[in-house]
């Protein structure tokens, strides 16, 4: 038998479903509005001002613009390193840590966490970075856009949490049968704890899609620069302008558009990684195990 509701709780009701449609509503229409913009005719698009539900008119000159772009090409080029390989390094270190500082018995555990959260809190600053990266010879190379930021405490301190919380009597059982550290490392906490690396992964891939600071206080040659950075100087410095060439139309109205077809290539290769990540959200830790 269906329960009917009543009328202050189907008020209630249709009261949530409202806000959280406006507030969808809102927080989607930011990246809608680039993506139509985007493909609009310039303009068109530079004679409307104020709300926009359907592009104006329809043109892919931006993206043709965006797409012989060839320093935007190098850019994707060394983000994608910076992803993969700094990803890999945060991931190796992140969880090494965690699980050796989630195990009981060793000795100092306790110091060692008070002082990884003591940098949480209080930093030498970006004079002290700097100095530490150029005496070692970092600046302008790509190490210096992933070995500074090779190991995020907060991070930490989430998968050093999901790892302690590993049943002893399953690491006790691979001890038992002539297992060590590494087989309880491999076979019992990663498997138990996957939902956690991934998401931890996805923070460490997205922390490195969209740094810009770092490229800005380490690089100096285009040649290494990432895809967020060729975007800030199109962004800010004009770059639209120089991507839609000297022609007086181009550089008053296809410029704008332009900067919103950046904007989009920079934006969807990232999205399209969180429908793979996104089941490990609302996966349990032991859900997560079974496949191990």
Do not use: C
Not at 82 to 109: D, E, H, P, Q
Not at 236 to 252: E, K, V
């Amino acid at each position: 038998m269906v329960q009917r509701k009543s009328p202050g709780d189907a008020a209630i009701h249709f009261a949530i479903v409202v806000s959280m449609v406006f507030v969808v509503a809102v927080t989607l229409y930011p990246f809608y509005y680039v993506a139509i913009s985007s493909i609009s005719d310039a303009f068109r698009l530079s004679q409307n001002s104020g709300f926009l539900l359907l592009p104006q008119g329809l043109s892919f000159a931006a993206y043709e613009e965006v797409f012989r772009y060839q320093l935007l090409w190098g850019a994707y080029g060394n983000t994608v390193i910076y992803v993969t390989v700094g990803t890999a390094i945060n991931m190796v270190l992140t969880m090494f840590a965690a699980f050796a500082l989630s195990r009981r018995g060793l000795r100092g555990a306790n110091l060692i966490m008070k002082l990884m959260v003591f940098t949480m809190f209080f930093r030498g600053g970006i004079v002290p970075l700097y100095i530490v990266v150029a005496d070692l010879d970092l600046v302008n190379t790509r190490w210096a856009m992933m070995l500074p930021r090779a190991l995020n405490v907060y991070n930490f301190i989430i998968l050093r949490t999901a790892f302690s919380v590993v049943p002893t009597e399953m690491e006790e059982a691979v001890t038992i049968d002539g297992g060590h550290y590494w087989h309880v490392f491999r076979h019992v906490v990663v498997p138990l704890a996957k939902p956690s690396i991934m998401v931890i992964g996805l923070y460490y891939a997205v922390e490195h899609w969209n740094t810009f600071f770092h490229a800005l206080l380490f690089l100096r040659s285009t040649r290494v620069y990432p895809l967020q950075m060729v975007l800030r100087n199109i962004l800010i410095n004009s770059g639209g302008d120089q991507l839609a060439g000297d022609d007086t139309f181009a550089s008053q109205y296809l410029a704008q558009t332009v900067k919103y077809a950046v904007i989009m290539v920079a934006t969807i290769p990232i999205m399209m990684v969180y429908p793979l990540i996104q089941r490990y959200f609302v996966k349990g830790v032991m859900i997560g195990s079974l496949k191990g």
